[in-house]
């Protein structure tokens, strides 16, 4: 017996409690949005969207509460934050995407038949319940409960504290779509509880929660990587290579390059290190610095790169294994094709990777030794997302080994059973 | 500072000491695996074979040393772990099969063009390094190692204590396969450490090991599944159900029941409960358990049943619950396809369940109700098997969400990658 109260131990069990209720919930509307024909799940996204245009005033208004109570934010963090009349439209025709988008649940992947007759067929199975984690951006929450719903899958979903009310505002349009369609309303929850202790209950949730989808910064998807007992689908970073070979086109190594790395450089696509081969370096080198120079990019060099361009700041070790997600590019001069994947294989994170390169069996070689999810030939690495894959939406880009990797959209977000049909066999 | 020294966390420090070698030559053996073509890794199978074959005594002799040292073993585990020519012969011709096998790794698993004309495809790739955790049977450890090398991962085997000298004595044959095709050896290692630590250092090695296997008892998969913090592909029990419905062909009904309850008890896919339609029980019942009563069966039922067989011994909740592989058999009384999906969700393990009908539109509605890996419609669950479903080999079941559900055979042990083919593209 233990007398005195601990208030950590309290709000765990706390936590603990509401996310059983809240999980036990979205169980029993998993068989029931399992088999939901499409008209339905489209009508509730459509019926959301609507919702989200209609009731834009309390969802502004919340979106303000959250802003005012939290003084203290970054620009940045402060922009993530922030609604206005423009991202709550890009939200409600966000949903009406994905309601235009095929239906992933019961789809035939395979089908075979056996010498004794029995017919196999492989069929795509909503995953279960998903438990999402995310931070500041109230978007992220829409798109994420517009695909799971269209995936089969109930979701419960995690924001950050500060987008408490624009979450709540924004979770009630769903709801309304919810109800407009007939489909339970825990198929899609906003966790009960802003105690930091309900994303460990969450995390503990093996069995309650059939997969996790942290979205955020590098910090909270290691956590969630670390501590989770249920499967995660994520990427803690996006610690991407363009590798310049020895047969590039120049031109085309300028331009690849530039957009790569200087697009957007705070998304997970953009590349952070240039490799680039020595037999190419002193002529290509130069050209490339210069146009990522007037783009306003620095760089962090090996000591190869500095023979031929002193003035570039040295690079460490740890460089190499920084993801600056920054108008920063490190850059290493390589030996060839397997001197590069030595390097990406000491430095990076299984994410994206892209060769340059005329030589056809060089690009070959290159891509089969990656063990990255995505590997790209003559291609910008910001090209790796899941709207440019042709998928419509994401719900992340996955660097694991298991179930999906890259970007995850509504057919990733599927598993399979087996339905095999028989005539009477019995096993001999 | 502790100046006495604590033997567990030796223990556990020798352990994961030893787990870290064996997993980082692991690591560099898989990227040479990887792009092993499939005539390296055929060779490597087939002169393993014929190791296996000409080294026959001194497997045999390694066994007799494991028998001897074990004397208090039951009769059952004893037969597991005894070796003889024929079951030598069995693993060589095991590892011939999977030779015989089409490379799972490169295929083309998708294809599609984008309207700026990217290429992407998607390829199946190895998964990396696997960790196989098993009992006493020597020729698991055989099995695995084939199927992680044709896969393309290479695999650390920790067997049972008792079979130690055995698989010793088979690694070393498997061995002799990987130096005459020119693989690396740490392509399959034997655990170096028999101590049970290295299982819990192996469980911890997220990161090193990409993915854990457990085959086994109910005990062993339950603990890897708890503490594994690497990903698993398991099963922990098989609680297959047999629904008779009331539009069942009674002959086909008694056929398949007999066979999926009786054919052998002891596996997975063996039927542990009988539901039956209301509407069917009286005339079909007597008959069911009549067959099964003069195959040696027993039986627990419910109270509905029991007023149709009065005779039968009364059946607890837990009994419902209770995978016996054995000759008992659960039966209980349902009222139609919803009322059997309830039970099968209340008390299932999501392995296998048969409906026996004639009715398409009950069949239909049972296999989209299930959650389960494996639906049947008029077929024995004992056809849950790899080889059975034309897999030629498996190296287990997994009933788990993510990534492959039912038999895990060569294509369910990969993962993919994209190659996204670009002619120079940027991203606007």
């Given at each position: 017996m233990n007398a005195i109260a601990d208030p950590a131990t309290d709000a765990a069990a706390i936590a603990r409690a509401a996310l059983e209720e809240a999980a036990r919930a979205a169980r029993a509307a998993a068989t029931f949005l399992a088999r939901a024909p499409r008209p339905v799940k489209d009508r509730a996204l459509a019926e959301a969207a609507a919702a989200l245009r209609s009731r834009q005033d309390e969802i502004l208004a919340a979106n303000a509460r959250d802003l005012a109570g939290a003084p203290d934010l970054t620009d940045a963090f402060r922009d993530r934050l922030t609604l206005n009349p423009a991202r709550v439209e890009a939200m409600a025709r966000g949903l009406e995407e994905v309601a235009g988008l095929p239906d992933?649940?019961?789809?035939?992947l395979a089908e075979w038949t056996r010498p004794n007759g029995l017919l196999i067929r492989r069929v795509a199975q909503p995953i279960g319940v998903v438990g999402m984690i995310y931070e500041s951006r109230p978007n992220v929450g829409a798109d994420a409960a517009a695909i799971c719903l269209k995936a089969g899958s109930p979701v419960i979903l995690r924001g950050g504290r500060e987008s408490l009310h624009s979450a709540a505002a924004i979770h009630a349009c769903i709801a309304d779509g919810l109800r407009a369609a007939g489909l339970?309303?825990?198929c899609v929850q906003v966790a009960p509880n802003t105690d930091r202790a309900f994303v460990g209950a969450m995390l503990a949730a093996a069995g309650l929660i059939d997969l996790i989808i942290p979205r955020g910064g590098k910090g909270l998807v290691t956590r969630v990587q670390q501590e989770s007992r249920v499967p995660v689908l994520s990427h803690a970073e996006g610690l991407c290579h363009t590798y310049v070979h020895e047969a590039a086109d120049p031109a085309m190594a300028r331009s690849i390059l530039a957009n790569a790395k200087m697009r957007r450089t705070g998304i997970c696509g953009s590349t952070e290190t240039l490799l680039i081969d020595r037999a190419a370096a002193a002529a290509l080198l130069p050209q490339l610095v210069a146009d990522l120079r007037a783009l306003g990019c620095d760089f962090r060099a090996d000591a190869a790169a500095r023979a031929i361009l002193p003035e570039l700041k040295p690079a460490t070790e740890a460089d190499f294994s920084?993801?600056?997600?920054?108008a920063i590019l490190n850059i290493a001069v390589v030996d060839g094709v397997e001197s590069a994947l030595g390097h990406i294989r000491r430095h990076g994170s299984e994410h994206t990777e892209a060769i340059i390169t005329q030589d056809e069996s060089a690009a070959r070689h290159f891509l089969d030794g990656l063990g990255s999810a995505v590997g790209m030939w003559n291609a910008s690495t910001q090209f790796c997302d899941g709207g440019e894959f042709g998928?419509?939406?994401?719900?992340g880009i996955a660097t694991g080994r298991l179930h999906a990797r890259g970007p995850v959209g509504l057919e990733q977000l599927c598993t399979w059973r087996y339905h095999v049909i028989g005539t009477g066999q019995i096993r001999p």
């Amino acid at each position: 017996m233990n007398a005195i109260a601990d208030p950590a131990t309290d709000a765990a069990a706390i936590a603990r409690a509401a996310l059983e209720e809240a999980a036990r919930a979205a169980r029993a509307a998993a068989t029931f949005l399992a088999r939901a024909p499409r008209p339905v799940k489209d009508r509730a996204l459509a019926e959301a969207a609507a919702a989200l245009r209609s009731r834009q005033d309390e969802i502004l208004a919340a979106n303000a509460r959250d802003l005012a109570g939290a003084p203290d934010l970054t620009d940045a963090f402060r922009d993530r934050l922030t609604l206005n009349p423009a991202r709550v439209e890009a939200m409600a025709r966000g949903l009406e995407e994905v309601a235009g988008l095929p239906d992933p649940v019961g789809r035939v992947l395979a089908e075979w038949t056996r010498p004794n007759g029995l017919l196999i067929r492989r069929v795509a199975q909503p995953i279960g319940v998903v438990g999402m984690i995310y931070e500041s951006r109230p978007n992220v929450g829409a798109d994420a409960a517009a695909i799971c719903l269209k995936a089969g899958s109930p979701v419960i979903l995690r924001g950050g504290r500060e987008s408490l009310h624009s979450a709540a505002a924004i979770h009630a349009c769903i709801a309304d779509g919810l109800r407009a369609a007939g489909l339970p309303e825990a198929c899609v929850q906003v966790a009960p509880n802003t105690d930091r202790a309900f994303v460990g209950a969450m995390l503990a949730a093996a069995g309650l929660i059939d997969l996790i989808i942290p979205r955020g910064g590098k910090g909270l998807v290691t956590r969630v990587q670390q501590e989770s007992r249920v499967p995660v689908l994520s990427h803690a970073e996006g610690l991407c290579h363009t590798y310049v070979h020895e047969a590039a086109d120049p031109a085309m190594a300028r331009s690849i390059l530039a957009n790569a790395k200087m697009r957007r450089t705070g998304i997970c696509g953009s590349t952070e290190t240039l490799l680039i081969d020595r037999a190419a370096a002193a002529a290509l080198l130069p050209q490339l610095v210069a146009d990522l120079r007037a783009l306003g990019c620095d760089f962090r060099a090996d000591a190869a790169a500095r023979a031929i361009l002193p003035e570039l700041k040295p690079a460490t070790e740890a460089d190499f294994s920084t993801e600056w997600l920054d108008a920063i590019l490190n850059i290493a001069v390589v030996d060839g094709v397997e001197s590069a994947l030595g390097h990406i294989r000491r430095h990076g994170s299984e994410h994206t990777e892209a060769i340059i390169t005329q030589d056809e069996s060089a690009a070959r070689h290159f891509l089969d030794g990656l063990g990255s999810a995505v590997g790209m030939w003559n291609a910008s690495t910001q090209f790796c997302d899941g709207g440019e894959f042709g998928f419509g939406a994401e719900i992340g880009i996955a660097t694991g080994r298991l179930h999906a990797r890259g970007p995850v959209g509504l057919e990733q977000l599927c598993t399979w059973r087996y339905h095999v049909i028989g005539t009477g066999q019995i096993r001999p």
